[in-house]
């Protein structure tokens, strides 16, 4: 890897991390919503599998913020 | 493994036996009920495409964790902390997502079998044939790394001979494999998973009680372990150094492995709807949030706990085994072992099977087989895979470590195939051509990388790197498949047919 990588601060990582993690909510949060519950035998709230990636998301976030 | 020689026979009492036969007769019986659901090829191969969501979720977490997850994540996280627990987090939960929204919705409704599949059906039939190659050779030589861990397990704890443990843990396995598909697959995982959860819980709560309970052991932990508490280390450690783990894990080999392996996609292919297929895959990574405090916790109690310095990391579980756990728990944990790697093993066998049956000997014969043949076929492959994983097994113990031995394996031929999935999904400029000599090119390219000696983490980003810069450079010299043609295989045409219906 290049010195310049060398060069970055540790909490660079951790910016990286939380970065990415909204990066891929963001994905999903921009997904229609028909595609997401596609094939759900009903549209019951706890269906709706975006606010499943935000709670597995938001976990992350506060892991990787404390550790 | 070697390490698990920690483990002697003396030590097994009558309790701890007894759960090893109970578990070994009851997984046997209830697997092979399932028989009695497979009457088509699809049955065997896919479940009938009846799998609702929590059981492929639970089936997907039995099949990734393994037994070097444990004695591996406890050494890890004994010799450099928090940071082992990537493989979990980052190196699981965001790739897991991806795979739920973009990758499963294009295979279950393509209507495919398996991944090879879909490249034959995205690109053409010699790209199918080189991804199925590749991937039926890795899963056996997995079979084979899975059952010598078994038996090198059975014979250090309870004594017996290596090629007898070899052919019990292949004879129950194979039996409900063989006969029950991937329904007693999926089932059986199901209940190893709660089997293996229960073990981890039990040894954790034995581990904080012993530590002096929860507060306790936190304060110890912070005191005299700082440095253990970090998920990130320096761009200059050997092992995980930051860069690595968030280009190569994060961006490349986790989403390779969770988007591209066959043997965790193929429950999915099996759910009863495609929602039911996405929620599985979410499901997996709740559980999967939790396996760290699971298999990392063992490697504290034993930091904290052991009189003096382990010489060799991986020692971190056993000596937890041997020094804290009573009779029955170490047994329990034991058990846990053993289904983990139960799991892993038929899981492995069957994605294998559907590929050889399928997407090898299904293109090369010219004339296609009946259904009834099919399945014939699938039984028998899965007998052979299971015979040449046996035949494997012993090649493992050349090899010092298995965890380190498997992953150099998967960076081989993650990066380019993952770039083939997903650039074939998002891009219909991709043309097959460019397909083929991708994959062809970054799997030599992986490979000069890996002679070179390079770090295996960055080994999978540049090839992955690679493989999309050729993929595109290609796709501009040649002519891409017609719009009718990439139907129900593209990003932009699945997502407008679900918002269209």
Wanted: one cysteine or more.
């Amino acid at each position: 890897m290049s010195d310049w990588i060398h060069a970055l601060p540790l909490w660079t990582a951790k910016v990286g991390a939380i970065l990415l993690f909204a990066g891929v909510l963001a994905m999903v949060w921009s997904l229609p919503k028909d595609f997401v519950y596609f094939g759900a035998p009903d549209r019951g709230r706890w269906r709706d599998l975006r606010v499943w990636a935000t709670v597995l998301l938001a976990v992350q976030c506060g892991i990787y913020y404390v550790f | 493994m070697d390490n698990l020689l920690s483990f002697t026979h003396t030590d097994v009492s009558w309790i701890d036996l007894g759960l090893l036969f109970a578990y070994l007769a009851g997984i046997t019986v209830y697997g092979y009920l399932f028989k009695s659901r497979v009457h088509t090829s699809r049955d065997y191969f896919l479940a009938g495409k009846s799998l609702p969501w929590w059981i492929i979720g639970m089936s997907i977490i039995g099949t990734n964790i393994g037994s070097n997850d444990y004695v591996g994540g406890a050494g890890g996280a004994y010799r450099t902390g928090m940071a082992q627990a990537n493989f979990e987090w980052i190196g699981a939960i965001p790739a897991m997502i991806i795979a739920a929204f973009i990758f499963i919705p294009f295979y279950w409704r393509a209507g495919v079998f398996s991944i090879p599949e879909y490249l034959g059906k995205r690109y053409s039939e010699p790209v199918r044939v080189i991804a199925a190659l590749i991937l039926s050779l890795f899963s056996v030589l997995i079979v084979g790394v899975f059952l010598w861990a078994t038996a090198l397990m059975l014979q250090t704890y309870l004594g017996w001979p290596i090629l007898l443990s070899i052919l019990i843990t292949a004879g129950v396995v194979g039996l409900y494999t063989v006969s029950g598909g991937l329904a007693a697959v999926a089932y059986t995982d199901a209940v190893q998973l709660v089997i293996m959860f229960a073990g981890a819980v039990v040894v954790a709560i034995v581990g904080v009680n012993a530590a002096g309970g929860a507060v306790n052991f936190a304060t110890q932990l912070q005191e005299r372990f700082p440095d253990h508490l970090h998920t990130f280390l320096p761009s200059t450690h050997d092992e995980f150094p930051w860069p690595g783990v968030l280009l190569g894990l994060g961006l490349v080999l986790s989403p390779a492995y969770w988007c591209t392996n066959q043997a965790i996609m193929q429950r999915c292919l099996g759910a009863r709807t495609e929602w039911d297929g996405k929620a599985s895959m979410m499901f997996a990574a709740m559980a999967k949030t939790f396996v760290p405090l699971l298999i990392v916790l063992p490697g504290f109690f034993a930091l904290l706990m052991a009189p003096e310095h382990l010489g060799v990391s991986d020692q971190a579980l056993p000596w937890v085994v041997k020094n804290l756990l009573p009779p029955g728990v170490s047994g329990l944990l034991f058990v846990a072992f053993i289904a983990a790697l139960q799991s892993s093993v038929s899981s492995t066998l069957n994605s294998a099977s559907v590929m050889v049956t399928r997407d090898i000997l299904g293109v090369i014969r010219s004339k296609r087989l009946d259904d009834a043949a099919e399945l014939r076929m699938g039984r028998m492959i899965t007998i052979a895979a299971l015979a040449a994983g046996i035949l494997c097994a012993p090649l493992t113990a050349q090899f010092r470590g298995i965890y380190v031995y498997v992953q150099q394996l998967l960076s081989f031929f993650q990066g380019p195939v993952f770039a083939l999935l997903l650039m074939g999904i998002l891009f219909k400029r991709i043309t097959p051509r460019a397909g083929l000599w991708s994959l062809l090119l970054g799997l030599g390219f992986a490979a000069l990388l890996g002679l070179a000696g390079l770090n295996m983490l960055y080994m999978a980003f540049w090839s992955f790197v690679m493989s999309v810069a050729l993929l595109f450079g290609i796709s501009a010299f040649t002519r891409p498949k017609s719009a009718s043609e990439l139907e129900n295989l593209t990003y932009t045409s699945v997502v407008k047919e679900a918002v269209d219906v």
